[in-house]
């Protein structure tokens, strides 16, 4: 990967009830306004990619792992290359015991668990409705249900 390449950190976290938690873009957002896609943003220069998803998980919803006593380690689960730009985004995943009303939404116009269902079927971003069906079928997924 070249140093002006585009690295992304996202997480998917999953709640006692099997759902996912994903976030609705707003029409302000530079990337699929108005598309569901992944809690997660830019991983900053000289930052570690882990360090990145942890920051962007409590940035976008107030949530941190291992000190709200709700949401448990993340693990890397994949990496995926998005084909407009060749921009590297890491996915990782946790479970959560955390709710809707434990999310404090810091960007988009809403952050909630989705039915794992009512998730594929919505408008998803590129990457997400790349990722979203494929985790979902994956075996870390069954790995997180209770």
């Known amino acids: 990967m070249n140093g002006s390449a585009r690295r992304f950190a996202s997480v998917l976290l999953v709640d006692p009830r099997g759902w996912v ?13 108005d598309c569901w896609g992944l809690v997660g943003g830019h991983v900053e220069p000289g930052e570690a990619v882990e360090r990145a998803a942890h920051r962007e998980l409590g940035e976008e919803t107030g949530l941190a ?19 407009e730009d060749g921009a590297t985004i890491w996915v990782f995943t946790g479970a959560t015991r955390a709710t809707d009303a434990d999310v ?14 009512a998730a594929v079927t919505l408008p998803l971003s590129d990457v997400a ?9 994956s075996p870390e997924y069954a ?3 209770p």
């Open 21 to 33: 938690l994903l976030q609705e873009r707003d029409e302000h957002a530079r990337i699929s306004p």
């Open 65 to 83: 792992v291992g000190h709200d006593g709700l949401t448990g380690p993340l693990r890397l689960w994949r990496d995926f290359t998005a084909h």
């Open 104 to 117: 404090v939404c810091g960007e988009g116009r809403q952050i909630v668990f989705v039915e794992p269902s």
């Open 129 to 137: 409705a790349v990722v979203v069906p494929l985790f979902l079928d």
């Open 143 to 145: 790995s997180l249900l």
